[in-house]
Structure formats: structure tokens, C-alpha cells
């Protein structure tokens, strides 16, 4: 059976709450993730992903607008727009979903693929008494289905 | 849409505070919204905004603040806005003390709209007239009124 711990990321780089949104988003730069575990006391307390800060740029009223195929242009991006000065405003706690997507080491790449499905997650994280273990991503799972080589 | 001048009402005005240190302000904040039937335990609120504030100052400078969080002592969006003439120290990056505050609290299941509320009160304000009309105003009536002619 395809399980797994064989094929998420070891020890990924884990964030607390007060990392400002800013650095967040250094990070998913940096350690090339789409989700970051939030952690407190070694505990997995809540998830921030990509997305969750991407949205913030959305504006209101694109919640309405199905088709957005005759705009051809949303206009510039303010420096600043949102987070206060130096971005300092919003923090990983203003943003982080608290029901995070876990699962077993142990459990079969297969469940993994369906829980993701079903729910839209991007990510799992991989989880056992200890704590975190790995993030299992889409990526991850597609590579294994196919054979395909990291 | 949520918009701030629809979740404020009188009774989430304050235009004199009373409080001339953070923790007190959030005291009186949290009296404000408890007297106004928004939150269902006022302290447990309060700890909210507590947890939240100590991570980090919400004073981003230029005189303003803007406490947050989420919490479930409150059913829906929650917005209150206090005015200090002294001004309150709340750590801010430029040093200045906060005159103009905006209280932002939702459950936790609302965070889309929370975080949109927060982005919204913040690009208001960024608006130097505005926060000059806001220091001069007289009523709560007027504030709300300045809120719904400069919010988008």
C-alpha cells in the first residue's frame, strides 16, 4: 500500500502565530510550500496556506462577479493598501484556519487524495502523538500515482 | 458586503474616552460592545482581544489602532470606534499615541468577511482628511455619516 509517510515532507518548517503576513509570505518564498503548520507547544494549532493570503487582495466585489472573463484589468495593487505601516496589522492568528486538514503517517495515499477532493484541501498535514511529521501536498500525491520522480 | 458605516451604530461610539492606558481602553471597549448586547461573555471577549494585542500592537501608527479578533463571543461582525483626545499609548511603530480606534471582532467561522472588514477599515483610513474629520467630529451620527461618504 502507497502510504503516507513515504511520500510527504519531512519536518517542514512550521510558524507560530505572531509571524506578521509579511514574513509569512517570505517564507512560502523561501521553503517553496503551500501551506505553513502553526504550532504552539508543539501542538499543531491551525494552518495558513497561500491562498488564505492571496485572498486578502481579492476585492469585495468579485464575490458577485461569476464571469470574469471582460476585465481586463483590475487595476494597480496599492503598496500598503491593507496591513498598516510595515505591514504589522495582520498576523498568521488574524488569518490561520484553527480545523486543521491532518492525517495519519499510516493512512494509504488514496484516502489522503480523497480527503483532499472532497474537502478542496491543498495540503494534509501529517500528524501522530508526537506531533507534526510532514505536509503531504497534491503534488505530492499526483507524483505518486503516476510513478513520476521528485 | 459588510460595510463599517452599516456595523457601527451610536451605541458603538465613543467619542471621549475616558481610559489613558491600553488595558483600560480595552476594558472600556469591551463595556461599550457588552452594553450594546454584542457579545454574549464580556470578559471572555476581552481575553480575546488581549491574546490578540499581545502577539502584537495593533497601533500602526499615525494615531490610529485597530484591535481585532476572533472569537465566538460574538454572533456575527462586530465593529465599535472610540476617540481619545489625549491619546492612548498602544506601542505603535512611529511612537504616536492612538486617538482614533476601531474595535474589529468575529466569530470564527466569519474570517473571510472579518479579514475583509479589517482591510477595508484600513484603507480608510489611510486617508489623511478623513482621519482629520474624524478628530473633529461631533456626534456619533456624524462619524457614521463621514464613514458611508469616504467608504467604497
Known sequence: ?150 | MEKISELLTDELINLNLSSKNKEDVFGELADMVHRAKKVSDRDAFLRSLMKRENLESTGIGKGLAIPHARTDTVEGVVMAFARSERGVDFQSLDKKPAHLIFLIASPEREKSIYIKVLARTSRLLRNDKFRQQLMKASSPEEVIQLIEKNEI
Not at chain 1, 21 to 26: H, Q, V, Y
Not at chain 1, 62 to 75: A, R
Not at chain 1, 80 to 101: C, H, K, N, Q, T
Open chain 1, 1 to 150: 500500500m502507497m502510504k503516507v509517510r513515504d511520500y510527504m515532507h519531512k519536518d517542514p518548517k512550521t510558524v507560530t502565530r505572531d509571524l506578521t503576513l509579511r514574513e509569512t509570505a517570505s517564507l512560502f518564498t523561501s521553503e517553496e510550500v503551500e501551506g505553513l503548520p502553526v504550532v504552539e507547544d508543539g501542538t499543531v494549532v491551525g494552518l495558513v496556506t497561500r491562498r488564505d493570503l492571496l485572498k486578502l487582495f481579492i476585492p469585495d466585489y468579485m464575490d458577485l462577479i461569476q464571469d470574469v472573463s471582460f476585465l481586463e484589468d483590475f487595476g494597480e495593487l496599492e503598496p500598503e493598501a491593507f496591513f498598516g505601516m510595515e505591514g504589522r496589522l495582520l498576523l498568521i492568528e488574524d488569518v490561520m484556519r484553527g480545523d486543521v486538514p491532518e492525517i495519519s503517517p499510516d493512512s494509504s495515499l488514496l484516502k489522503a487524495a480523497v480527503i483532499m477532493e472532497k474537502n478542496n484541501e491543498d495540503l494534509l498535514i501529517v500528524t501522530d502523538k508526537s506531533g507534526v511529521l510532514g505536509v503531504l501536498t497534491r503534488a505530492d500525491v499526483c507524483r505518486a500515482f503516476f510513478g513520476a520522480k521528485k
